[in-house]
């Protein structure tokens, strides 16, 4: 069975995003765990979590992502950067534990200058600090395009990481489409054999996870600048190969594409998920996809 979803917004909760995932016609989501920018969590209310793992079984949701901050850096120079992304890191897995069995992906980080060595040295310094046997929560690593001094870039950097930690068991990947053309492997021509390479060296069944995004640059650009699916240098028939790979048809595949201008108002946009869910789903590749978008959300909101 195809698992598909995307990024929605936690602000209203658990169960109001399982019900926006309903009207999309996704049985995931991915959800940032507090603001991007970083900054408190909201607090948890149980009820809604009560309410959440009634509408999951109903819906049939079975595995949700929650993604960390952008702004946590575990293999910053500046100390209290990495403190910061310790804090928040062990307070985020901890407020996983209300959703067991899940996921959280975030960006190994930027070593600055420092070489990559040693940024993957603070990375798995970090986790082992926080990783613990009793733990539900897969965390993953995300792929990586390699802007600045990225850690992530290669599938080596991500295979070093895991090498330093000791519950490694507890760590899995996630594997970003647009990053992962974007540092410069051929996933549109050989993705077979990109995954052969995985395979070699952290092993296929590692990936938990597939960010399902296509990229405005070609390969190897190490830019990191996601679009809609069909509308980028990856193209449909390529990331619709990969949705509906048999290696990876148990993997949620999650979409983070930009969402839709407004022509009549600048000041808005629309979420294009329910058009790509259906397009990845039937297999086909709507060109007009962004007009359809644009015509049905301001009829709707004119409505």
């Known amino acids: 069975m195809l698992t598909i979803g995307c990024h929605l917004s936690s602000a209203k909760g658990y169960t109001a995003m399982a019900k926006e995932a309903e009207k999309i016609n996704a049985n995931t989501f991915q959800f940032f765990?507090?603001?991007p920018r970083g900054g408190?969590?909201?607090?948890?209310?149980?009820?809604?979590?009560?309410?959440?793992?009634?509408e999951a079984s109903r819906l049939g949701i079975q595995k949700i992502l929650?993604?960390?901050?952008?702004?946590?850096?575990?293999c910053s120079p500046d100390e209290k950067v990495r403190e910061f992304a310790y804090n928040t890191m062990a307070d985020d897995l901890k407020r996983m534990e209300y959703t067991p069995g899940n996921c959280y992906n975030f960006h190994p980080g930027s070593h600055v200058k420092q070489g990559a060595?040693?940024?993957?040295?603070?990375?798995?310094?970090?986790?082992?600090?926080?990783l613990r046997p009793e733990q539900s929560t897969t965390v993953l690593l995300e792929t990586m395009a390699g802007k600045g001094s990225e850690i992530g870039r290669t599938f080596e950097e991500l295979a070093?990481?895991?090498d330093g930690v000791n519950y490694n068991d507890k760590l899995r990947v996630c594997f970003d489409t647009c990053h992962t053309s974007d540092?410069?492997?051929?996933?549109?021509?050989?993705?077979?054999?990109?995954?052969?390479?995985?395979?070699?060296?952290?092993?296929?069944d590692q990936i938990a996870v597939f960010h399902i995004n296509d990229s405005k640059n070609p390969r190897g650009a190490q830019k990191d600048r996601?679009?809609?699916?069909?509308?980028?240098?990856l193209g449909f028939d390529a990331l619709n190969?990969?949705?509906?790979?048999?290696?990876?048809?148990?993997?949620p595949k999650i979409l983070e594409t930009p969402w839709i201008p407004s022509k009549a108002n600048p000041k808005k946009s629309y979420a294009p998920y329910k058009y790509e869910i259906e397009m990845l789903r039937s297999g086909k590749f709507d060109p007009d996809m962004k007009t359809r978008i644009l015509k049905d959300s301001e009829n709707q909101a004119g409505a």
Not at 40 to 54: N, R, S, T
Not at 183 to 204: A, L, N, P, T, W
Not at 226 to 233: D, S, W
């Open 117 to 130: 060595e040693k940024g993957i040295e603070l990375i798995a310094e970090l986790l082992n600090n926080i």
């Open 183 to 204: 540092s410069g492997y051929d996933i549109v021509g050989h993705f077979d054999d990109v995954i052969d390479e995985f395979d070699r060296i952290i092993g296929k």
């Open 66 to 74: 929650a993604h960390a901050p952008y702004t946590l850096n575990a």
């Open 33 to 35: 765990t507090r603001n």
């Open 226 to 233: 996601h679009e809609n699916l069909g509308f980028g240098n």
């Open 160 to 162: 070093r990481i895991y």
């Open 40 to 54: 408190k969590a909201k607090a948890i209310d149980p009820k809604d979590v009560e309410q959440f793992h009634l």
């Open 241 to 251: 190969y990969i949705v509906h790979h048999p290696d990876f048809e148990n993997v």
